[in-house]
């Protein structure tokens, strides 16, 4: 069983940063892949990015591709998400989730434990 806590959220002005963390505890070496979702108010939950187990490989969503970096400490049990050139339509509740099974990464589908979520809010 794995748990996972997101944090680094909150208020920036467009065009800004923000660095999102997951911290992951229990049986950690049991997933092979994490990723990032997020969800605004009103719509379906959607792919961000992420991370196989290894690390050298990256997936992201095109609405994000260039301006944000997901990177893995396994020795910390630590997966984050740098955020730049911040935009508005970024405002969205993010999540931190991971998987143990093989498969596609950028899907909501197949990720076998979930955080609570950090909000961010994008002010133009």
């Known amino acids: 069983q794995v748990q996972l806590v997101e944090s680094g959220g909150g208020l920036v002005q467009a065009g800004g940063s923000l660095r999102l963390s997951c911290a992951a505890s229990?049986?950690?070496?049991?997933?092979?892949?994490m990723g990032w979702f997020r969800q605004a108010p009103g719509k379906e939950r959607e792919f961000v990015a992420a991370i196989n187990w290894s690390g050298r490989n990256t997936y992201y969503s095109d609405s994000v591709k260039g301006r944000f970096t997901i990177s893995r400490d396994n020795a910390g049990n630590t997966v984050n998400l740098q955020m730049n050139s911040l935009k508005p339509e970024d405002t969205a509740v993010y999540y931190c989730?991971?998987?143990?099974?093989?498969?596609?990464?950028?899907?909501?589908?197949?990720?076998?434990?979930w955080g609570q979520g950090t909000e961010v809010t994008v002010s133009s």
């Open positions: 229990g049986r950690t070496f049991s997933y092979y892949a």
């Open positions: 989730a991971a998987r143990d099974t093989f498969g596609i990464l950028a899907t909501t589908s197949g990720y076998n434990y």
